[in-house]
């Protein structure tokens, strides 16, 4: 295949992960292109200026170049990391001392961690520069407004110009900033704008509120899809088991066990695809209730449980619909 769209949406990650992604597409594909139509940041961003063309609506948004750390228990911006430590230090230097909150945290510090965060920041800068030169600028040939050649040279300096606005914190003060396609261009990236062909944009802004909508009322959170296939990854709720049906005996009912989160008591329910009593009096023979018609379960404790995640989560798997 030589073309690749791909829809993103993430507010962020590994920069290594994202590294592996953008290689693992770009050797498979001639092109590879980012359809921006929500928030796709800190690594987000980085995977999408590895596009060979950023295509983006007037809802979607990159953010500053970053990297996320894990340090002791927590995910942390490298960037607002090395921006706290720098400003103890040079509070130490003036003052000669740190007040002892801040001397606690500082003293839990390793030489070895400001290394991490350091080599971190370099790291998605670095790929920035890298892919842009590469892959967004591989085909530019003349400037636009004297329509000179231009150079590799050329290429690595806008990059690094580029590469250099999006990692400076100090502009966009948050890590969280939605950068958005006026911003990108003001700093010499250019973008094609989805909503300037009516039926792109109708197909992208199909395909955000579809997986929207996914991710709001299942317990799916990762979806691969292709015009053939779909694989949806699930998260299962702590104490629900869910059998779907896999012997003929039983092949238009599903059971699910609820724990009460509260009490640990365990709720028996069954659902059932087709219209049938015998089905309602064998499930109800081995202790099973009806699956609520409003998908909530309230236990004798009075705390309830809204199943809906996981009846959309079932009727997906199973390609059918509950009936009563």
């Not at 960037?79 to 103890?88: G, Q």
């Not at 839990?108 to 790929?127: H, M, R, W, Y």
């Not at 914190?169 to 010499?188: A, N, P, Q, T, V």
């Amino acid at each position: 295949m030589k073309n690749l769209d791909v829809y993103l949406e993430t507010p962020g990650g590994s920069g290594e992960t994202a590294e592996e992604i953008v290689r693992f597409l770009h050797d498979r594909f001639e092109s590879v292109n980012f359809v921006i139509s929500g928030e796709a940041k800190s690594a987000g961003t980085i995977m999408t200026l590895a596009g060979n063309e950023i295509l983006m609506t007037v809802t979607g948004s990159l953010g500053p170049i970053d990297a996320q750390m894990s340090i002791g228990r927590s995910i942390v911006s490298a960037y607002d990391y090395m921006e706290w430590v720098d400003k103890r230090r040079k509070e130490a230097q003036k003052q000669g001392r740190l007040n002892p909150f801040d001397a606690t945290m500082v003293a839990q510090i390793t030489p070895g961690e400001l290394l991490g965060v350091n080599n971190s920041l370099k790291f998605a800068e670095d790929l920035v520069v890298e892919w842009l030169t590469k892959y967004k600028f591989g085909k530019w040939a003349f400037t636009e407004t004297r329509n000179k050649p231009v150079t590799q040279s050329m290429k690595k300096k806008r990059a690094v110009e580029i590469a250099e606005e999006l990692t400076n914190h100090s502009k966009w003060r948050s890590h969280g900033r939605s950068i958005k396609i006026s911003d990108l261009e003001d700093i010499g990236l250019k973008i094609q704008k989805i909503d300037a062909d009516e039926k792109l944009a109708d197909i992208v802004y199909r395909i955000q509120v579809v997986c929207q909508m996914i991710f709001e009322s299942t317990s799916s959170f990762k979806i691969f899809a292709t015009e053939e296939n779909k694989i949806f990854r699930q998260a299962v709720p702590a104490g629900t088991l869910r059998r779907l049906p896999s012997t003929p005996q039983t092949p238009d009912v599903v059971q699910i066990e609820q724990k009460c989160p509260k009490r640990g008591q365990v709720h028996k329910l069954f659902g059932k695809f087709k219209i049938d009593t015998k089905i309602d009096e064998e499930m109800k023979k081995q202790g099973f209730a009806p699956f609520p018609k409003d998908a909530k379960l309230q236990f004798p404790c009075g705390y309830e449980i809204d199943l809906a995640g996981i009846k959309s989560q079932i009727e997906l798997q199973s390609n059918q619909k509950f009936v009563e």
